[in-house]
């Protein structure tokens, strides 16, 4: 089994607790309460295209405050994937989602990093269309152009979620 460490960055409240709870727990809680610092969870999977290999991710859930900015290198500077939210009714979340990217190329480079950019909370797009502040087009443009794995996911549905680690999964075994 191979292990490898995932750590999660993002804006405060752009649902990264959420997508790890679902991905761990498959589960959705709307009144969870915010994380401190950082949490820990752990999850195995199979990757869909290599059926012989399992995995263990190790993840580290970053709180988005800026308060806990200045912990991040704690948590990154040894991981093998970065999975970077951003909330697809927030365009702030966005530039901020894009600022954790300039730092980790900067600061970390992107040869010995997975980085995914996954935009969160497309449930309240399907509920309500002009709910949408950031087009998909525009996020997977710039992904595309910075060389990141991107998604567009619903931790409350689950819609998109097991398929970001999946993908995580299968770049991180793939580099090894
Ligand atoms: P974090 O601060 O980035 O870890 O965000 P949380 O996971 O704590 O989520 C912040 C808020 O957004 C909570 O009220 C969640 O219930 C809500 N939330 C998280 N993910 C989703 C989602 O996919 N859809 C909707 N509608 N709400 C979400």
């Given at each position: 089994m191979l292990q490898f460490?995932?750590?999660?960055?993002?804006?405060?409240?752009?649902?990264?607790?959420?997508?790890?709870?679902?991905?761990?727990?498959?589960?959705?809680?709307?009144?969870?309460?915010?994380?401190?610092?950082?949490?820990?969870?752990?999850?195995t999977i199979k990757l869909e295209k290599h059926p012989d290999v399992t995995i263990k991710f190790?993840?580290?859930?970053?709180?988005?405050?800026?308060?806990?900015?200045?912990?991040?290198?704690?948590?990154?500077?040894?991981?093998n994937a970065?999975?970077?939210?951003?909330?697809?009714?927030?365009?702030?979340?966005?530039?901020?989602?894009?600022?954790?990217?300039?730092?980790?190329?900067?600061?970390?480079?992107?040869?010995?990093?997975v980085?995914?950019?996954?935009?969160?909370?497309?449930?309240?797009?399907?509920?309500?269309?002009?709910?949408?502040?950031?087009?998909?087009?525009?996020?997977?443009?710039?992904?595309?152009?910075?060389?990141?794995?991107?998604?567009?996911?619903?931790?409350?549905?689950?819609?998109?979620?097991s398929a970001?680690f999946q993908e995580i999964g299968e770049k991180v075994y793939q580099k090894k």
């Amino acid at each position: 089994m191979l292990q490898f460490k995932l750590v999660l960055l993002g804006d405060s409240s752009v649902g990264k607790s959420s997508i790890v709870h679902r991905f761990v727990k498959d589960s959705f809680d709307e009144f969870r309460e915010s994380t401190i610092g950082a949490a820990f969870l752990s999850q195995t999977i199979k990757l869909e295209k290599h059926p012989d290999v399992t995995i263990k991710f190790e993840i580290w859930d970053t709180a988005g405050q800026e308060r806990y900015k200045s912990l991040a290198p704690m948590y990154y500077r040894n991981a093998n994937a970065a999975l970077i939210v951003y909330d697809v009714t927030q365009p702030g979340s966005l530039v901020k989602a894009q600022s954790w990217v300039e730092e980790l190329k900067n600061k970390v480079g992107d040869q010995d990093l997975v980085i995914c950019l996954a935009g969160n909370k497309v449930d309240l797009c399907d509920e309500d269309a002009t709910a949408r502040e950031v087009e998909r087009e525009d996020a997977q443009l710039y992904a595309k152009e910075q060389g990141l794995l991107f998604y567009e996911a619903s931790a409350k549905t689950g819609a998109g979620v097991s398929a970001i680690f999946q993908e995580i999964g299968e770049k991180v075994y793939q580099k090894k």
